[in-house]
């Protein structure tokens, strides 16, 4: 039988994974909305860490951190995003 830390761990290990090849793709992104697209999903891994952690230490404290970052790379993509398209109309 799979203990339920065992899952975390593995789900962990995952993301770590996913979140290396995004920083590769930010590196290496061919143009700015392909890096901008990889700055999101690094958010969206590191929320996903974060609350893994939480769940794997008990620690409900940690949520409020990944939800703070939530909101942060939200903004951050949205003004990225906002730049790209005024980048455009000039």
Do not use: C, W
Not at 21 to 41: Q, Y
Not at 61 to 84: E, K, P, S, W
């Amino acid at each position: 039988m799979i203990s339920f830390d065992f899952l975390i761990d593995l789900l962990l290990g995952v993301l770590t994974v996913s979140l290396a090849l995004g920083f590769i793709r930010l590196k290496r992104g061919p143009d700015v909305p392909n890096r901008t697209v990889a700055f999101d999903l690094i958010t969206l891994h590191a929320v996903g860490m974060v609350a893994l952690i939480a769940i794997r230490h008990q620690a409900p404290m940690l949520l409020d951190i990944a939800l703070v970052a939530a909101v942060l790379g939200f903004l951050g993509t949205m003004l990225l995003a906002r730049y790209l398209e005024e980048s455009d109309e000039k």
